[in-house]
């Protein structure tokens, strides 16, 4: 698609990985791989589509919202919210160098697939199992046809997307505190707790809050103001400490980031928990209220104001009460909700109720920057509902530009096994709906 009309940073920013716990990560190599693809196909599905309109510069044709088949009553997750078959992948515009690491990513992912929940309904971990099979071993360098010979798309609901941004921030920092370093960043308190509600009814399954023990009572957690004020002071969770506030925020809501040392040296730090508080996007309360001029409402913009206007910058942060928990990272990353590191221009958070994290994503935007193949490894706090997604871009200035300005809407497919939308259709007929 062209590029249209900027929407701003106004969810600003996304809060990718702040509500979920990582679990492990590994890596597989690759060598060419032709046996074992599945003929089955869903053709017989409804809402099956050719594909492009014309050439690859256009746009996706969404199905008809009437040829949606809905699998339950659950608007909350994808079989609910109602499915149809996208275009062959075959008439997709796969680019070599997307393809390659987008096959990379998934094969990443392929040990959560096969064994994790997927909260969507769309998938069972034995459906994954033949793909990751072959990923193990498939040439990159054919990576378009892996995906075309072991794929079928999916439109969940109508399939319009919209998309933001997030990368690898990197701002000042020390191991120590000093006069220049004041801002704590804190490790994970040791009474911060998860509770999965979905053990204690089912009506409450996929469900979880965090919060503390009070006696005989689980509480929330301190808010972001509480901290600010001093609620974990000289209990020793501090990791590091910050140069700035505004900085350090940022690098919140971004959810892992880099610390420039004094000495030269970096140290990487990566999500480790969130205090279980709303989410609120700045961006959005800034425009309510008329605070940020035409041409200022990207995360440029934002964090130019907040400096200019100190005191009232201060108050409008605290409104999100939202605060996140760091850990030191030695290996790769950053990570995503996976457990995996997460690719710059590969990895797209998604809501996992709608989204199997792990499966492959096709982005038509109106940004093209973000058209493509993407692989859906991370969620976040405000990546909530189908076809909403935000796109990693990694650290450096231009990432930072590309991330700060990604407000975009278009069209999303999910790649799927072949063969699973015929089951899910069987399904269906089955149960009489």
Not at 205 to 225: C, H, W
Not at 352 to 368: I, Q, S, T
Request: proline letters at 5%.
């Amino acid at each position: 698609m062209k590029i249209g009309t900027l929407f701003g940073a106004m969810t600003l920013i996304s809060a990718c990985s702040m509500s979920i716990i990582p679990q492990g990560a590994v890596q597989g190599a690759s060598t060419q791989q032709e046996s074992g693809a599945p003929s089955g196909n869903s053709s017989s599905f409804p809402g099956r589509q050719p594909g492009m309109t014309g050439n690859a510069n256009q746009s996706l044709r969404p199905v008809d919202s009437a040829q949606l088949i809905k699998i339950g009553d659950d608007p909350t997750r994808a079989l609910g919210t109602g499915i149809a078959a996208g275009p062959d992948i075959a008439t997709l515009n796969l680019s070599g160098s997307k393809a390659i690491s987008a096959l990379q990513s998934f094969r990443t992912s392929c040990p959560s697939l096969v064994r994790r929940e997927d909260n969507s309904g769309l998938t069972n971990g034995t459906d994954w199992q033949l793909s990751c099979e072959a990923a193990r071993s498939w040439s990159e360098n054919d990576a378009a046809r892996f995906f075309a010979s072991y794929f079928e798309t999916v439109q969940v609901g109508d399939g319009a997307a919209f998309a933001t941004g997030y990368f690898e921030p990197q701002i000042r920092g020390s191991r120590y505190k000093n006069a220049q370093y004041t801002v704590p960043i804190y490790r994970r308190p040791a009474n911060l707790i998860d509770v999965d509600l979905g053990l204690f009814s089912e009506e409450l399954k996929d469900k979880r809050i965090r919060g503390k023990v009070d006696g005989t009572k689980l509480v929330p957690f301190e808010d972001r103001a509480a901290i600010d004020d001093g609620a974990l002071a000289g209990q020793g969770l501090e990791i590091a400490w910050a140069q700035d506030y505004i900085d350090l925020f940022f690098l919140q809501i971004q959810g892992s980031g880099r610390l420039a040392l004094p000495d030269g040296s970096i140290m990487r730090i990566g999500y480790a928990g969130q205090n279980g508080r709303d989410y609120t996007g700045i961006g959005r309360v800034m425009r309510e209220r008329g605070l940020l001029a035409d041409g200022k409402t990207n995360m440029q913009g934002i964090i130019e104001w907040l400096r200019v206007h100190p005191e009232e910058g201060m108050r409008i942060m605290r409104e999100n009460q939202s605060y996140v928990f760091f850990q030191e990272l030695t290996g790769p990353g950053p990570l995503g909700a996976m457990g995996h590191p997460v690719v710059a221009r590969t990895s797209v958070a998604a809501d996992r109720m709608f989204v199997p994290l792990g499966a492959p994503v096709y982005l038509d935007m109106e940004h093209d920057v973000a058209d493509g193949l993407w692989v859906a490894q991370d969620s976040g706090g405000a990546i909530k509902g189908p076809n909403r997604f935000d796109t990693f871009w990694g650290a450096g200035e231009e990432a930072a530009q590309i991330a700060g300005g990604m407000s975009s809407r278009g069209q999303a497919l999910i790649f799927l096994p072949k063969g699973t939308l015929s089951r899910l259709y069987a399904s269906q007929r089955a149960s009489g709906q």
